[in-house]
């Protein structure tokens, strides 16, 4: 037993390693990291350079790498030239700083990246499904504390947590207003666009099928912050419809939470196929889209909607 110090009990101290313990192997971290041949390190190193990509086009700077992981240079340096060797990485001079560069992926490098991504993501759901939606809520209140805790802000402001719902009265016809108020304002879309969206929401409700079909209202305490649905397309593919946030809600993974609900929902119906309608203008739906391994199908330029639009449609195999 080792002596407490700075006044912290001794007990606590062999409870949060136990914990840590427990954790690594619960997660198979010790293991060869998600079934392939790099460490934990290695991989967070390429999560990073692939999740900054559709922010920052030209790239990320490795000293922001460093920072953000709390990597020594050094280190991160051998892990760079590791992923140059496989061709995976490009490197730019950076304008303003020639000791720096640019990082970015290459498309082996995001061939390498996205099945661990995929399996990341079904590793997650694997351990969720195996939980009862109570139990599930109570692990995500029990995550955003110890978040708050360590984060040094005092327990009293932890917020509320996010929880996700069957939808009940009034919620879609919330769905619907969001859609036509956040769209009108931030890309200038006519109320055409909210008939549309009043248009599937009303055949969500007449037709439903709950055996094949759910939807979800992502909720803090009584206010709304987001919605996703499932709705049956054919025997064997589902369609995504509906995924939208308030703007105080983006920033926190919901919108990942939401369609990672739908998808597990989907492969627990036997659907072979998820597919999605969008447009090209929003991108951090488009992100999310893509680190979940769907992959554009069609993309086509149309006029609705008083605007000038691409539409898009996306498809995951299941």
Not at 53 to 62: C, E, I, T, Y
Not at 80 to 109: I, N, S
Not at 128 to 155: F, G, H, I, N, Y
Request: charged content about 25%.
């Amino acid at each position: 037993m080792i002596e407490a110090t700075s006044a912290v009990d001794a007990k606590q101290i062999e409870s949060l390693r136990g914990f840590n313990r427990f954790y690594t192997r619960h997660m198979g971290i010790l293991a060869p990291y998600l079934g392939g041949d790099m460490t934990l390190t290695e991989v967070r190193v390429l999560y990073e350079l692939a999740h900054d990509a559709p922010a920052a086009p030209q790239g990320v700077l490795a000293a922001q790498v460093a920072a953000d992981l709390g990597l020594d240079t050094g280190y991160l340096s051998r892990i760079l030239r590791k992923f140059e060797a496989r061709g995976w990485l490009f490197r730019t001079r950076c304008e303003f700083d020639g000791r720096q560069h640019w990082l970015q992926l290459t498309a082996d490098g995001q061939a390498a990246f996205r099945p661990l991504q995929n399996r990341s993501i079904s590793q997650a759901q694997e351990l969720l499904s195996a939980l009862q939606p109570a139990q599930r809520d109570l692990l995500m209140t029990a995550m955003d504390m110890v978040r708050c805790v360590l984060e040094s802000k005092p327990v009293e402001q932890a917020p509320d947590p996010v929880l996700l719902r069957t939808p009940g009265p009034g919620d879609l016809g919330w769905v619907v207003e969001q859609h036509g108020a956040i769209y009108a304002r931030e890309y200038g879309l006519d109320s055409r666009f909210e008939a549309l969206v009043a248009k599937l929401a009303s055949e969500y409700l007449t037709r439903f099928q709950p055996q094949w079909e759910r939807g979800w209202i992502a909720h803090r305490g009584d206010q709304r912050l987001g919605s996703a649905f499932v709705v049956r397309k054919s025997a064997t593919v589902a369609q995504l419809r509906l995924l939208i946030l308030v703007p105080q809600a983006r920033g926190l993974g919901l919108g990942a939470r939401l369609t990672d609900a739908c998808i597990t929902f989907a492969r627990e119906k036997g659907y072979r196929k998820m597919v999605l309608w969008t447009n090209s203008c929003l991108g951090a739906a488009r992100a999310i889209y893509q680190r979940r391994g769907f992959v554009l199908r069609k993309s086509e330029p149309y006029h609705d909607f008083g605007q000038d639009l691409v539409g898009e449609t996306w498809e995951l195999r299941l």
